[in-house]
């Protein structure tokens, strides 16, 4: 069952030489083949509560797909540099499929 990394900027970024790093070393190689960017920073609509500053959403196959990712060297070394930057709230959700 598919699974979201779901990462909400909580304020403006605050460390631009240290979202520039992040920036760098997310892009020294290519992405994962099996992660699907679905929301990246764009527009949003707030309906209820405070909105955050900015929001990514990112689609892997599974929960554990999404952990290895998110726990994988590579970008644990990256968001070292994302999180000083500015503050950050980040989750892994699980899909939901109807039957049938």
Same mark, same amino acid.
């Given at each position: 069952?598919?699974?979201?990394? /779901? /990462?909400?900027?909580?304020?403006?970024? +605050?460390?631009?030489?240290?979202?520039?790093?992040?920036?760098? &070393? /997310?892009? &020294? *190689? @290519?992405?994962?083949?099996?992660? +699907?960017?679905?929301? &990246?920073?764009?527009?949003?609509?707030? &309906?209820?509560?405070?909105?955050?500053? *900015?929001?990514?959403?990112?689609?892997?196959?599974?929960?554990?797909?999404?952990?290895?990712?998110?726990?994988? @060297?590579?970008?644990?070394?990256?968001?070292? $540099?994302?999180? +000083?930057?500015?503050?950050?709230?980040?989750? /892994?959700?699980?899909? $939901?499929?109807?039957?049938?």
């Amino acid at each position: 069952m598919a699974a979201y990394v /779901i /990462i909400l900027r909580e304020e403006p970024i +605050k460390d631009p030489e240290a979202m520039a790093e992040y920036q760098r &070393l /997310i892009s &020294l *190689g @290519p992405p994962p083949a099996n992660l +699907k960017p679905l929301v &990246l920073y764009g527009a949003s609509d707030p &309906l209820l509560g405070t909105p955050p500053d *900015g929001v990514v959403v990112l689609e892997f196959p599974s929960m554990a797909e999404a952990r290895e990712w998110y726990d994988s @060297p590579r970008y644990r070394e990256a968001r070292v $540099f994302r999180q +000083k930057a500015a503050s950050h709230r980040e989750l /892994i959700v699980e899909g $939901f499929s109807f039957p049938g």
